[in-house]
């Protein structure tokens, strides 16, 4: 199966050629970046950490839709809703790792799914896809006496918070609580809050150094603590999950499948 990579030579593009590359049954379809970026013309093999394979990162975003059985798309918000387009008009599965995306970017592409597959997952490592199974049902079993609180912990350059991951991990303890995040999140606490509003799902964000990707789920009641946690120690987690939804797209229908789709784990 022919997979393509936009946005090749980012921090997850580089693991994703390497993985494809190293994934039976996946072959490498091609790369492109934006527009201006250093990496245009280097070599796909070079990104990967490996030996030249004669074929460099282009910007024909066109091409290497029509060229892919899948693409695998992790870059930004803006640049995703691009290649949404382009997926629709080529007909082209897509898997979305971008993580920031905006209630409109998700809908153009709950568009897209209408015609295609689509994998979208704030995080594609199998760890966590189990966590968040594992939050709702926690959060379905414990009652509201248990205030929930998730806590991330990312690397200094990360651009978003709280990460697609805690809120995915929200949603989740929401949907096993039957409540809408949207109504109960509490993105920030800053100066006299008052006590804690009950019901509420709070989010409490860490920034620094190299961290992958830290994640609690605390459910904290009169008397005791549960507290589930999950600690990526490498981006191949997530570039191996990838690969392994695009190989999964091939025999999905159209749709916006989550990674708990790809792993099976929807009704668990
Ligand atoms: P990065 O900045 O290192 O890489 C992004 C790359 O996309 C850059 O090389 C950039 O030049 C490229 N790009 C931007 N616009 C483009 C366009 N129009 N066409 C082609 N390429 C374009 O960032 P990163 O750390 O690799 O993360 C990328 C995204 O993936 C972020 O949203 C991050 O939060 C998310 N992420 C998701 C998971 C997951 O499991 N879902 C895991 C890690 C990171």
Request: aromatic residues 4%.
């Amino acid at each position: 199966m022919k997979i393509g990579v936009v946005g090749c030579s980012g921090r997850m593009g580089r693991m994703l050629l390497k993985e494809i590359l190293d994934t039976p049954g996946a072959q490498l379809a091609g790369g492109t970046e934006r527009p201006g970026s250093p990496a245009l013309g280097v070599d796909l093999g070079v990104l990967a950490g490996g030996t030249a394979l004669g074929v460099g990162a282009t910007t024909d975003t066109r091409a290497l839709f029509e060229a892919s059985d899948a693409v695998i798309d992790f870059t930004s918000p803006e640049a995703t809703v691009a290649h949404a387009r382009l997926a629709e008009e080529t007909r082209t599965p897509l898997v979305v790792g971008t993580t920031g995306m905006t209630p409109p970017d998700v809908a153009a592409l709950r568009a897209l799914a209408n015609r295609v597959p689509v994998v979208f997952a704030p995080n594609m490592s199998v760890g966590v896809t189990l966590l968040m199974a594992l939050t709702e049902r926690v959060a379905s079993i414990l009652g509201p006496d248990y205030d929930i609180e998730i806590v991330e912990m990312h690397h200094r350059h990360k651009v978003d918070a709280p990460s697609g991951t805690a809120l995915g991990l929200g949603e989740a303890a929401a949907a096993g609580r039957g409540i809408e995040l949207s109504d109960m999140g509490v993105r920030v606490r800053d100066g006299h809050t008052g006590p804690r509003e009950p019901g509420t799902i709070g989010f409490a964000t860490l920034r620094g150094g190299d961290v992958v990707g830290d994640h609690s789920v605390i459910f904290a009641a009169e008397g005791e603590r549960l507290e589930l946690t999950h600690k990526a120690s490498s981006r191949a987690v997530f570039a191996k999950g990838a690969v392994r939804a695009a190989l999964w797209t091939r025999d999905a229908g159209p749709g916006l499948w989550s990674m708990r789709d790809v792993l099976g784990l929807k009704d668990s």
